[in-house]
């Protein structure tokens, strides 16, 4: 079992940043790709952007290429995505997910290829 914790989220005006982190904790000896989704009210989750376990493979939504960042540190455990030039469409509730992938670089986009979860972190963007 791994147990996923997001932070960082908060209230930020139209183009600012935010830089949200994601620990991760228990079996960490395996290797993980990771992503970050989000959920705005009324709409489905969705796929914002994922890294391979080694950190060598991205993949990241058209609406916010060029915007956000995602980034890991295997030593720390830590998954981080940084937002940058935000939008209030942006607004959402944030998730880290992981999935064991073995050491391929694969990086799943659907949420139902991931196992673990976080319990979100609200981010809010004022126009």
Request: charged share 20%.
């Amino acid at each position: 079992q791994v147990q996923l914790v997001e932070s960082g989220g908060g209230l930020v005006q139209a183009g600012g940043s935010l830089r949200l982190s994601c620990a991760a904790s228990g079996r960490t000896s395996s290797y993980y790709a990771m992503g970050w989704f989000r959920q705005a009210p009324g709409k489905e989750r969705e796929f914002v952007t994922g890294i391979s376990w080694d950190g060598g493979n991205t993949y990241t939504e058209d609406s916010v290429k060029g915007r956000f960042t995602i980034s890991r540190d295997n030593a720390k455990n830590m998954v981080y995505l940084q937002m940058n030039s935000l939008k209030p469409e942006d607004t959402a509730v944030y998730y880290c997910a992981g999935r064991a992938v073995g050491t391929t670089n694969w990086v799943p986009v659907a949420s139902r290829d991931y196992d673990y979860w976080g319990q979100g972190t609200q981010v809010t963007v004022s126009s």
